[in-house]
């Protein structure tokens, strides 16, 4: 939890500033703001952080990938490939737009690969959704190839890459649109939030009015404001763009500490017997919040998370059985359980959710350990952290 760790003063500033004017809301009131929009700011910081035309502040990394779908075109019974690694939202996202999911394989780089991609293509696809997993970009030459290729509007789900690029681009800016998570857990927190960024004019003024119940914001009087399309309430308060608005201001801190960290601890850990490192496909690029590393096999990678249970070091994820991030665990999705009926549940679907054949995805995440970097580690705690790993997948392997 990297922004986490870099929380104080700045923050409790910004929040101040919204408590004093008593305007919570993003939106008008300029007679009570002091001059303070606290949304507005946080959009031009991740429009000048990431390179993004046009960014729009709202109250999920889960809203801005709806409003990523929708702004995009995708709905009512569109397919959309999709990875079974990846926070659930993604899949939520496309359903709850009206779009059918269809999964399809990653590989090692932990992302969708184009190979991947393409096997699950039929003249139905309409979208890919890729999700820049684990804080590093996808191998977008070749996914923007294909995408390219076959027509494909692609979205980025880009929740756990704000701060990865890709040969200077950043994770988000591929495609039609994107989105990135302000949770508690990323990069950059605001406690809750997310941001929405496209390059797209159009698509940016969807978004816009997608989030507020379609107001166009035009002029200084809601009430008077033209609804160009039916839309939601997805807006972000000014008390969590507060937060938000500081947090931004510190990612290049952030950014540069995870990655000197991580290549500190890579260079310890490399050529350990059995263990091997995510292939990024830009290293410079990497947001370093992430080493994700594989052992030969799930059962030896069982093993290792074992090992360091034993030897109490924490901090390690193992995807393949806990954490929520796999299909695996996704047992209401497979059953397609929800609140009320869906539209997944009146038509012929392109996949059996609960039989689906993804051996590929299976390998590479039963074999993989994430460890979270942090931005507190000094080199003592980084080497003694690297011997008790070597230890540990010693005595596994
Ligand atoms: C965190 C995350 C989300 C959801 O973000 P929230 O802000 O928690 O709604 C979506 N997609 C991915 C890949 C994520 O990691």
Redesign the pocket.
């Known amino acids: 939890m990297p922004g986490l760790e870099l929380f104080g003063d700045e923050e409790r500033k910004e929040v101040m500033d919204v408590l004093d004017s008593k305007c919570l809301f993003r939106y008008n009131h300029e007679h009570l703001r002091n001059g303070h929009w606290k949304a507005k700011e946080l959009e031009a910081e991740v429009m000048n952080f990431t390179g993004a035309k046009f960014a729009h502040a709202v109250s ?6 709806a409003c990523a779908m929708a702004s995009a075109g995708i709905g009512y019974g569109d397919h959309v490939i999709v990875p079974p690694f ?2 659930i ?2 899949i939520e ?1 496309v359903i709850f737009g009206g779009g059918v999911p269809v999964f399809a394989e990653i590989d090692e780089n932990l992302c969708l690969s184009a190979a991947g991609i393409e096997a699950a293509i039929t003249p139905e696809t309409k979208a890919v959704c890729l ?3 684990c804080g590093a970009a996808a191998n977008m030459d070749e996914i923007m190839e294909v995408c390219n290729k076959h027509n494909l509007t692609l979205i980025e ?5 704000l701060g990865a690029f890709y040969k200077g681009t950043s994770a988000g800016l591929f495609g039609k649109t994107g ?1 990135y ?6 990069i950059t927190t605001a406690g ?3 941001l929405y960024v496209t390059n797209d004019e159009e698509c940016y003024k969807l978004a816009d009015s997608y989030s507020d119940h379609g107001h166009d914001h035009i002029g200084a009087n809601r009430g008077m404001e033209q609804h160009p399309i039916l839309g939601f309430n997805y807006r972000l308060s000014e008390l969590h763009a507060a937060v938000g608005l500081a947090q931004m201001r510190k990612i290049n801190t952030i950014r540069d500490t995870n990655k000197k960290n991580k290549t500190y601890l890579k260079n310890l850990l490399a050529g350990t017997e059995g263990l091997s490192f995510r292939p990024i496909p830009d290293e410079e690029g990497d947001s370093g919040t992430f080493l994700n590393f594989f052992l030969p096999d799930t059962e030896t990678a069982q093993k290792v998370m074992a090992e360091f249970g034993k030897m109490g070091i924490g901090g390690f994820n193992y995807w393949y059985t806990n954490m929520y ?1 796999f299909i695996n665990q996704w047992d209401h999705l497979k059953k397609l359980k929800s609140a009320a009926p869906l539209h997944l549940h009146k038509m012929d679907l392109p996949q059996d959710y609960n039989n689906l054949d993804l051996p590929k995805s299976q390998e590479v995440v039963g074999r993989l350990i994430s460890l979270g970097i942090s931005t507190q580690w000094t080199e003592e705690q980084m080497n003694e952290l690297a011997a008790n790993m070597k230890t540990a997948i010693a005595n596994a392997i």
């Open positions: 999920s990394g889960s809203t801005a990938v990846t926070y939202a993604t996202g999700v820049h997993m789900d880009a929740g756990q890459a989105a998570s302000f949770d508690f857990f990323k809750e939030g997310g991030h």
